[in-house]
């Protein structure tokens, strides 16, 4: 009686489990390029074999397991290397499957078959991959501002603000989305600057499913700085920047100096050494020992988990101290010059009054003049 009762219950249990519909529709969302696991379980016996299957790309075989170990023979090309199952698991009804490198193509139905001497199961994983808005980047070139994100999963959405608001800088948007082998999407977006509107901050929201990040950009303000001690500011706001990241870069692509977020020292890159002097609590760069070398634009990126402040601010280098000393020779020079002609024409004048006899007493008091102003 006893006996029988186990083996009905067991029956029961298998039934149960190769129908249990909970199993059937687990969903998971993956992270591109990282590493992700497939849950299975099964009811634990002997004889344990496993097929993990991709049914969206017609049922390619991902995994394969029996005679206790692993049957890679005849595994998807696309797979290897890239699968393991949780070995010391299996035997305590484990069959979850472990992938890694996770692509986009890696998205869709899996099946888990698992047989045992007790029961057969399969059941049925979805898998989502996201590649979330890592960056957003702004960029003034001229009239035009434009907005970029790449690598995203899946197609994104990108949308413009400004503040105050303005629907003026609007008229003239166009978006453009490229996807690439990996299947992720890149886009971008401009804007032509409206001479009617000045002084907005301009933002660009990227959104897709996991994620949205915005960046604001200033509109382009111009410096005039001098070969000593020039500060550069960074951003309007004055928010603790200890939640940020901080980034200088010069002419777009050099970077200056940068700071994480939880390291308060700053990296300076070896060729700004000389000409940094300091960062500010709000992140303002003190430059000093500039040349014309130096001119160009700054650009302060602030990052935080969700967005970029971006300030770029166009550096004029006024001539400095050196120019200054230039200023100065010339100057004498031009005086030492306007002298000595001066001198010049009063000996010639001297010289053509002197033949006059009728004016030989003027004359006279006019050379004692003359010399003791030439040679006093
Ligand atoms: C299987 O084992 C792995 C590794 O310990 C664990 O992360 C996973 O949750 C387990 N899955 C099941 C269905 O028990
Ligand atoms: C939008 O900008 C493009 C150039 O980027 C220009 O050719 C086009 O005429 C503009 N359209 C409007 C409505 O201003
Ligand atoms: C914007 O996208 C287009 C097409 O996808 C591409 O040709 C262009 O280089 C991109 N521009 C920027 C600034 O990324
Ligand atoms: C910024 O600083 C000024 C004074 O320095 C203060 O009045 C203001 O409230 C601050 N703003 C923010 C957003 O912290
Ligand atoms: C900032 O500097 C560190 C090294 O100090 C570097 O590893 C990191 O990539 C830099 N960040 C950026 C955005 O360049
Ligand atoms: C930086 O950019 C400015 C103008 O955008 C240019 O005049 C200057 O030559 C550039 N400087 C360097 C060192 O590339």
Redesign the pocket.
């Known amino acids: 009686m006893m006996v029988v009762g186990c083996s009905v219950s067991l029956v029961v249990w298998s039934f149960l489990w190769t129908l249990s519909p909970a199993e059937g529709h687990a969903e998971v969302s993956c992270v591109f390029m990282e590493s992700c696991i497939l849950p299975c379980s099964f009811q634990s016996s002997t004889d344990v074999v496993i097929f993990w299957i991709h049914v969206t790309a017609g049922d390619t075989l991902v995994h394969s397991y029996y005679h206790n170990q692993d049957q890679l023979g005849r595994q998807d090309q696309r797979f290897r290397g890239r699968t393991s199952l949780f070995k010391d698991q299996i035997s305590g009804g484990n069959a979850s499957l472990q992938l890694t490198g996770v692509q986009v193509q890696d998205q869709g139905r899996y099946k888990c078959y698992t047989s045992t001497i007790a029961a057969n199961k399969e059941s049925f994983i979805n898998l989502q991959v996201d590649a979330p808005v890592h960056k957003v980047d702004m960029e003034q070139e001229e009239n035009?501002i434009t907005c970029s994100s790449e690598g995203i999963y899946p197609e994104p959405e990108l949308t413009w603000s400004t503040s105050p608001p303005s629907n003026v800088a609007f008229?003239?948007t166009?978006s453009r989305v490229q996807q690439t082998e990996q299947l992720l999407y890149n886009i971008n977006s401009?804007l032509?600057l409206s001479d009617r509107v000045t002084d907005l901050v301009y933002s660009c929201t990227v959104s897709t499913r996991s994620n949205r990040r915005r960046a604001t950009l200033r509109e382009l303000t111009s410096l005039d700085g001098s070969s000593s001690d020039t500060t550069i500011p960074c951003s309007a706001s004055n928010t603790s920047l200890l939640n940020f990241s901080l980034v200088w870069r010069f002419n777009h692509s050099r970077i200056i100096l940068n700071r994480t977020r939880t390291s308060v020292p700053y990296t300076v890159s070896e060729e700004w050494r000389q000409q940094v002097k300091g960062v500010s609590e709000s992140g303002s760069l003190t430059l000093q020992d500039l040349s014309l070398k130096q001119e160009g634009i700054y650009t302060c990126e602030l990052s935080d988990d969700e967005e970029t402040n971006i300030t770029n601010t166009l550096l004029r280098i006024e001539e400095g101290s050196q120019t200054g000393v230039t200023r100065v020779i010339v100057g004498l020079v031009v005086g030492a010059i306007f002298v000595v002609v001066l001198a010049g024409l009063g000996v010639r004048y001297y010289k053509r009054k002197s033949h006059s006899k009728e004016c030989e007493t003027r004359d006279k008091v006019w050379k004692q003049t003359f010399d003791s102003a030439m040679n006093p």
């Open positions: 035009r008229k003239n166009t401009s032509i």
